[in-house]
Structures are given as structure tokens and as C-alpha cells.
Nanobody, 123 residues
Framework: QVQLVESGGGLVQAGGSLRLSCAAS????????MEWYRQAPGDQRRLVAS???????IYADSVKGRFTISRDNAKNTVYLQMNSLKPENTAVYYC?????????????????WGQGAQVTVSS
């Protein structure tokens, strides 16, 4: 059983910073891509940032230069450092990971979602 557990959300004033963490645990052989998505009320879930196992990154245009995604492979953890936050960044943030998991000699790749972390930016 694999699970992703997020932490670090909260309330911050515009211009402030928050750092989200997402730790994968369970029967893990390898964690491949790790990503952060956001979902604002009434909107679809949208990609914020992605990082591969070799630490190549991509960002949504709206967060480039303000958000940084990173990972600690030894801890199977991905981070999202969010600086210069704006009210429009208010959303529930979800981590997503593609993980090779299994038991004994049987392994397969599966995608997982975290439980979500509320980020609220006040003006």
C-alpha cells in the first residue's frame, strides 16, 4: 500500500511564502515523476509544476519565477516552495506521483494522489 501525505498549507498574506511537502510511503521500488496540481473552487485541477526522477522541471507560466519544485529522493518527498503569493493562488494543492510498487518479485507502476492542502492567500 502506497500513500502520499501532504503538509504545509495554510493562510498567508499576499506577497508571503509557503512551502508544501508531500511524502510517499509504503511499498516503493522507485518514485518516478512527482507533480503539484491546484484546484480552485469551480475550476478544474491544473498542473502547477512537475519534476522527474532526474530533477528536470516544468512550471505553469503563471508561477514561473515565483514557485520552485524540488525533491529528496532519499525521503521520497517532493516540495513546492511558493513565494510572492497572490490571492489568485488560493486553491487546494494536490501532489501526484507515479510510483513503481509491488510485492516480492511482482512490480508495477501506478499513479497516486495526495489528500490535498488548502492554500489561502489574503489580499
Amino acid at each position: 500500500q502506497v500513500q502520499l501525505v501532504e503538509s504545509g498549507g495554510g493562510l498567508v498574506q499576499a506577497g508571503g511564502s509557503l512551502r508544501l511537502s508531500c511524502a510517499a510511503s509504503g511499498s516503493i521500488f522507485r518514485v518516478n515523476a512527482m507533480e503539484w496540481y491546484r484546484q480552485a473552487p469551480g475550476d478544474q485541477r491544473r498542473l502547477v509544476a512537475s519534476i522527474t526522477s532526474s530533477t528536470s522541471t516544468i512550471y505553469a507560466d503563471s508561477v514561473k519565477g515565483r514557485f520552485t519544485i524540488s525533491r529528496d529522493n532519499a525521503k521520497n518527498t517532493v516540495y513546492l516552495q511558493m513565494n510572492s503569493l497572490k490571492p489568485e493562488n488560493t486553491a487546494v494543492y494536490y501532489c501526484y506521483a507515479i510510483i513503481a510498487t509491488g510485492i516480492g518479485s511482482t512490480w508495477y507502476t501506478k499513479s497516486y494522489w495526495g489528500q490535498g492542502a488548502q492554500v489561502t492567500v489574503s489580499s
